[in-house]
């Protein structure tokens, strides 16, 4: 019987290559974390087994709140975003690292607003947010995309059709705007508009 880990490579290799992109943003965020004693990182979503699989070879604790399902249900039950942010509720100083998959791009600018609010009361001195975007002049694909991590720190995408939230593309002055305390280390821009942040906490 194959291995997971062998399933996982077959499913990746059959991932369109024009999709994939290395992620140097992803890179330093591992180093970042790997250099932390008994670091936690925290995903916010879509959540996908690949990417749990990764983190947990490289930290002590992976936690997962799929943010992307709570707005999605908020949406449908048409409550406001406010109600969804309710179960991302860990203690204080919990995580060193926080991903943020392209989650910025589906907030109004009070959703950002918490969600920063929230990440710089979970995360440790120093954590780091990673933070996937894209350009506000290019759709990279249409619908929500889980950004899949497969070998040698390559990302591809892959469509959440079950998931619908309206977009808001921003720029960066804009978004950068927003994220305070956290303070921009370093960003990448790939090909299609798709660009990566780190964010550090003050």
Request: aromatic share 10%.
């Amino acid at each position: 019987m194959r291995s997971h880990t062998a399933r996982l490579r077959e499913s990746q290799a059959n991932e369109p290559r024009r999709s994939r992109y290395t992620s140097h943003a992803l890179r330093l965020f591992t180093e970042h974390l790997e250099n932390q004693t008994d670091a936690q990182l925290l995903d916010v979503g879509p959540v996908c087994g690949e990417n749990l699989e990764f983190f947990a070879r490289r930290v002590k604790r992976v936690f997962v709140c799929d943010m992307f399902l709570r707005l999605d249900l908020a949406r449908r039950k048409e409550r406001t975003q406010n109600q969804a942010w309710q179960d991302l509720d860990y203690p204080p100083n919990s995580f060193d690292g926080i991903t943020l998959w392209a989650l910025f791009d589906y907030l109004d600018d009070q959703g950002i607003s918490a969600l920063v609010a929230r990440c710089s009361y979970m995360i440790r001195p120093s954590g780091i947010l990673l933070a996937v975007v894209q350009d506000e002049h290019h759709i990279v694909d249409p619908g929500i995309q889980s950004y899949v991590i497969a070998e040698d720190f390559d990302v591809f995408r892959r469509p959440q059709p079950h998931l619908s939230l309206p977009s808001q593309r921003r720029h960066n002055r804009a978004l950068l705007g927003m994220v305070e305390p956290f303070i921009p280390l370093k960003s990448f821009i790939y090909r299609g508009g798709i660009k990566e942040l780190l964010l550090q906490h003050k």
